[in-house]
Nanobody, 133 residues
């Protein structure tokens, strides 16, 4: 079954760190995974889903929400069909459910980074991140 599965969320104090993982399985994994740009979004209660970070198929291009620049790092390991989000110096306003998404169409070999929710055609189930102040 093709799916994206996030993990690594939890409760952390302000200033702490978490590393989120998003593993692709089934037909989303393997060589297929390496052809797609990926991204992380988040959704806080009562708010719309918000772009956080995205990465091109090769990992050579990344793009971030201004408020997380310098604190968050997106990366990917195509051999493991996994994308990561390293989050440092977490703040209470980072509290949300974090989702990974896959580009709706394969972009490789063109290097693209995506920021719009509508650009992503597949999503994981989400992982909760709670930052206590």
């Amino acid at each position: 079954q093709a799916q994206l599965v996030e993990s690594g969320g939890g409760l952390v104090q302000a200033g702490g760190s978490l590393r989120l993982s998003c593993a692709a399985s089934g037909r989303y994994s393997g060589r297929t995974f390496s052809r797609y740009a990926m991204g992380w979004f988040r959704q806080a209660p009562g708010k719309d889903r918000e772009f956080v970070a995205s990465i091109s198929w090769s990992g050579n291009k990344t793009y971030y929400l201004d408020s997380v620049k310098g604190r968050f790092t997106i990366s990917r390991d195509n051999a493991k069909s996994t994308v990561y989000l390293q989050m440092n110096n977490l703040k209470s306003e980072d509290t949300a459910v974090y989702y990974c998404g896959r580009d709706s169409s394969a972009s490789g070999p063109v290097e693209v980074v995506l920021t719009r929710t509508d650009d992503f055609g597949s999503w994981g189930q989400g992982t909760q991140v709670t930052v206590s102040s």
